[in-house]
């Protein structure tokens, strides 16, 4: 599934509070795997984006992927898709650290 039923954005691409997809998934018996996380700002929120936005690179540059995995990862997803799972692996191993 898409990433933004679990954390929508606004019309300016900030995150919206989560919803309840993930626990109402899981008390339905149901997994969560959102797709597809990717580390470009132009796939990140705008808070995890980073950069100057007058670059005409700035879609291109590389965001905070991390804080997005840990953030999706506190909500209890059980996996995800990544086009860089050395990333998601990493960051899931934080998380399981903290």
């Known amino acids: 599934m898409a990433k933004t039923p679990i954390i929508p954005r606004d019309a300016h691409q900030r995150w919206l509070p989560p919803t309840t997809l993930v626990r109402d998934a899981h008390a339905a018996g149901l997994l969560v795997h959102p797709f597809i996380f990717r580390w470009e700002n132009y796939f990140l929120p705008a808070e995890l984006r980073r950069g ?16 997005e995995y840990l953030a999706f990862f506190a909500l209890a997803v059980d996996g995800v898709f990544s086009d860089f799972p050395d990333q998601a692996i990493a960051a899931r191993r934080a998380f399981l650290a903290q």
């Open 52 to 67: 100057d936005v007058s670059d005409p690179a700035f879609a291109r540059a590389l965001g905070d992927a991390q804080a």
